[in-house]
């Protein structure tokens, strides 16, 4: 569901997503405002700037302390400084909350100091740098097309399907594609994945001009289906296809 505000005579979208992320054997928790990869980014805003705040004894046992200083930072920012809140992240040793400004002026170091006067036994870092295309959102943050279909699985479980958890169900899922020179090995790939191959049509899509219908029948639950959803995924980057969406009936 996307919420909108009113931000400095601008209209700003809120979509934010949960998604966690494995990198050389370490996790991170990442909380990210989607809309901006999902509609525009804001071209005036070229300054990206990380807040770190460094896990010791108080925050590892009070998360409710950082998620305070996160809504307070988003808070002054925002509303005194015109700077946009676009994602968090945790790892083992770190939180961090990223923001968009339209410049690097001292204020920014100022305003910060002041919001983190209160919680003056926290040791933090502020980093700031030009970033005017919004490569470090757009490249580098963004999560995967599987972490954010594990994100949208988890949604759509819980707020549409939660009654049918644990049942033996048959599962619909949709591929679109546009080229069918590939679609005979495509086809035979699917059957290796127990897939089973339902309808084929033509719709009004004009980079993916045609689609398919598969099912496969399986034991309804959140693992079954990101497992589904991820050998769906691989097999349709390989041949260049897009993966869809899944629904019951």
């Known amino acids: 569901m ?17 998604f966690s992320r494995e990198k050389k054997d370490k996790k ?4 990210l ?9 804001l071209k005036n805003y070229k300054y990206f700037l990380e807040i770190s705040l460094f896990l010791d004894d ?4 009070n998360h409710d302390i950082f998620y305070e200083i996160e809504d307070r930072l988003s808070e002054v920012l925002e509303e005194d400084l015109w700077i946009v809140f676009v994602w ?9 909350c990223y923001f968009y400004s339209k410049n ?12 983190m006067q209160p919680y003056r036994d926290l040791y933090f870092s502020v980093y700031i740098k030009k970033d ?15 972490e954010y279909q594990k994100y949208q699985n988890e949604n759509k479980i819980w707020d549409l399907y939660k009654d049918y958890l644990g049942k033996q169900l048959k599962v619909y899922y949709f591929i679109s594609y546009k080229n069918k020179k590939v679609l005979d090995y495509f086809k035979s790939d699917l059957k290796d994945l127990w897939f089973e191959l339902l309808m084929e049509w033509a719709w009004k899509r004009k980079n993916y001009p045609y ?5 496969k029948k399986q034991d309804f639950n959140l693992e079954t289906i990101n497992n589904s959803a991820y050998d769906l995924i691989k097999l349709t980057e390989k041949y260049n296809f897009k993966y869809e969406w899944w629904v019951l009936k």
């Open 2 to 18: 996307f919420f909108k505000k009113i931000f400095k005579k601008r209209e700003i979208i809120d979509d934010w997503i949960y």
């Open 28 to 31: 991170s928790f990442l909380k």
């Open 33 to 41: 405002n989607y809309a901006f990869f999902t509609f525009w980014a």
């Open 58 to 61: 108080i925050l590892e046992k």
């Open 88 to 96: 968090t992240k945790k790892t083992d040793k770190k939180y961090f």
């Open 104 to 115: 690097n002026k001292s204020i920014i170091w100022e305003t910060i100091n002041k919001v």
């Open 132 to 146: 005017k295309s919004w490569y470090i959102y757009f490249k580098d943050l963004i999560p995967s097309n599987f």
């Open 211 to 215: 689609a398919l219908k598969i099912s």
